[in-house]
């Protein structure tokens, strides 16, 4: 469905990253040079400097913050450029161009949240009667809102495991309109097979939409692969700073953004002008945050599956992920992003018991910042996603989601090793206590200091927390988004 002509060179992009030169005999652990875009630059480059055709030769080198509301008219029915900041701002225009060059696409249309950016989409392509098939691993808010809010407007869901392409043929009725996947999947990471969904979806005349938040358009480009949407969270790893919310909906299909933009008008919905700015700035540096994030994500699961306390870690780059062949595929240069999701022996208590002895990694919900972040989805981003759903895409009460940051990985793993301490259960903790304490050496002593007096504490203040958070299937006292 897409009307903007995709350049040549975008579509040579396509070519899996395993046939780089720098190709080795693990293909998901090859760094590959990224791709250049259809304007013969990196994305490295394009995500600092935006389209060429926007440079200027006098003005401000740093995108000005157009913080006004309205437009001066020069006369009645005359006027060449913004009229009201609910339409269009020059700031939120620049945003829009960078995140519409990034995928060699008219430029981006940009929300207040993510979410704004996916009720606008939905608005856009879906009426009462219509029906959508949604991938069963995807970011909890969007399970809400297929479940809760559009629902209730008369459009239908069905959720499918989408990294079954039969599964997504099989659901296809005369009403479906749109597919919705999220790929990797917040939080499991299950990964689906984008061009082999786009050739059910073209068949079928239905919409492709990827929420591409996690990999963005530096390490994974969906719509060279054949959707016709991608969405974004761009409070997550395109802003990368926790500064601003924001949310974006790309396309190469101009009639499609057209609509999008005329009811994020109807809607007033769009980002705010300080937030499209702070976005900007931390664009810059979207390229090079990713790839020291992989790397670096890389090293902490890696030194996770090796841990004896750890039951399960899953990151595309491990070499026993099972979809390891498809995201070698599907990811660029050979990086598969900052977000692992893991979980320790002991269950959900041992669980709890963990975030709450991190130090240095930060207990928030959120994703994709410079710092490393812990999440525990049952409880927070995932917990209105129905139990049964959750369980059925391996999101169990004990899973620990970790979004890695630019810190030395060897810190965090300090920290993760003293906080998967500290969430022994009590019995494990006195045998081991038992068995290896020996006073005169000084690191045994660290052990045993843990394990004697922190450590019991740690997991019985978890027990009490968790009763009242996991199992009520939300927080009493966080609110979840
Ligand atoms: C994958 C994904 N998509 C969409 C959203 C929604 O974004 P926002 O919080 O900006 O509304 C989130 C939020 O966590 C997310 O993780």
């Known amino acids: 469905m897409s009307a903007f002509k995709q350049p040549a060179s975008a579509q040579s992009r396509t070519s899996p990253a395993c046939c780089s030169s720098l190709e080795s005999a693990d293909p998901g652990h090859a760094e590959t040079p990224l791709p250049p875009l259809a304007t013969g630059l990196s994305p490295s480059t394009t ?20 913080q006004s509301t309205t437009f001066n ?11 009201y900041s609910r339409v269009g701002n020059p700031t939120v225009d620049q945003l829009e161009a960078v995140l519409g060059s990034l995928e060699d696409a008219p430029p981006s249309v940009c929300f207040a949240t993510g979410l704004a950016a996916e009720t606008a989409l939905f608005l856009a392509l879906l009426k009462a009667g219509d029906h959508a098939i949604v991938a069963d691993a995807i970011y909890g808010g969007t399970v809400r809102l297929f479940r809760q809010v559009l629902n209730e407007l ?17 659901a296809i009725t005369k009403n479906t309109r749109l597919v919705f996947i999220e790929t990797p999947a917040n939080p499991t990471l299950k990964i689906t097979d984008i061009a082999a969904i786009s050739r059910i979806t073209k068949a079928a005349g239905v919409t492709l939409v990827v929420d591409n938040t996690f990999l963005t358009p530096a390490l994974q480009r969906p719509l ?80 996770l599956a090796g ?35 893991f979980e320790i022996k002991g269950g959900t208590e041992a669980g709890a018991a963990l975030l709450n002895a991190a130090r240095l990694c930060r207990l928030v919900e959120h994703v994709g910042s410079v710092e490393t972040l812990l ?107």
């Open 375 to 481: 999440t525990h989805p049952a409880s927070m981003t995932h917990a209105d996603v129905p139990r049964e759903q959750r369980l059925r895409v391996g999101l169990t009460d004990g899973l620990i989601r970790l979004s890695v940051g630019i810190e030395d990985p060897q810190d965090i793993i300090a920290d993760l090793e003293q906080a998967i301490a500290a969430a022994r259960p009590a019995s494990i903790v006195h045998r081991a206590a038992a068995e290896t304490f020996d006073p005169g050496d000084e690191h045994d002593h660290v052990h045993a200091h843990h394990a004697g007096r922190r450590v019991p504490d740690a997991a019985a203040q978890a027990r009490v927390q968790v009763k009242s958070t996991v199992q009520t299937n939300g927080g009493a006292a966080c609110i979840s988004r």
């Open 224 to 303: 060279d692969l054949g959707a016709d949407v991608t969405v974004y969270s761009t409070t997550k790893h395109i802003e990368g700073h926790s500064t601003s919310l924001g949310g974006a909906i790309t396309s190469r299909d101009e009639k499609l953004l057209e609509r999008v933009r005329w009811i994020r008008k109807c809607t007033g919905n769009i980002q705010a002008p300080f937030n499209a700015f702070l976005t900007i700035q931390g664009l810059k540096t979207l390229p090079l945050r990713l790839k020291e994030q992989s790397r670096n994500a890389q090293v902490i699961a890696e030194w």
């Open 154 to 170: 008369g459009i239908t869901a069905t959720f499918v495991d989408a990294s079954d392409p039969s599964a997504v043929a099989a």
């Open 73 to 83: 008219q020069r006369r009645v029915g005359e006027c060449d450029g913004p009229t």
């Open 47 to 66: 995500a600092l400097h935006g389209p060429l055709h926007l440079r200027r030769s006098t003005g401000p080198l740093i995108t000005p913050i157009t």
């Open 307 to 341: 841990h004896h306390q750890v039951q399960t870690v899953y990151y595309p780059g491990l070499a026993d992920f099972p979809q390891r062949e498809l995201a070698a595929r599907q990811h660029l240069g050979g990086l598969h992003g900052g977000v692992i999701a």
